[in-house]
């Protein structure tokens, strides 16, 4: 079936840059968006970054010109460089994205990585 990995997380000091990796496997034809989402504890998940297939990107404005959302077609991958990082990026990081497989096109998320920002 199809799945998604997340890897890259870990401890970081304030103003340092982590990248996050996701790989996507299984019975896929296409992906269309992919992107990455985030959750803090005791808040909701949110939107970070996404890209479309041709490229296209959007952030939220709390990340705009510190993180950079990527992908590669040929690989059924995404990445997030994130630079600057703040103690307000504390999170575990969510990749998605909506893949046709055989199922049809739905919606998978991946099982998180932990991201701390901490001196």
């Known amino acids: 079936q199809v799945q998604l990995v997340e890897s890259g997380g870990g401890l970081v000091q304030p103003g340092g840059s982590l990248r996050l990796s996701c790989a996507a496997s299984g019975s896929i034809r296409s992906i269309y968006n992919m992107g990455w989402y985030r959750q803090a504890p005791g808040k909701q998940r949110e939107l970070v970054a996404t890209?479309?297939?041709?490229?296209?990107?959007n952030y939220t404005d709390s990340v705009q010109g510190r993180f950079t959302i990527s992908r590669d077609n040929a690989k059924n991958t995404a990445d997030l460089q994130m630079n600057s990082l703040k103690p307000e990026d504390t999170a575990v990081y969510y990749c998605?994205?909506?893949?046709?497989?055989?199922?049809?096109?739905?919606?998978?998320w991946g099982q998180g990585t932990q991201v701390t920002v901490s001196s």
């Open positions: 890209i479309t297939r041709r490229g296209s990107t």
């Open positions: 998605n994205a909506d893949i046709f497989s055989k199922l049809g096109v739905r919606n998978y």
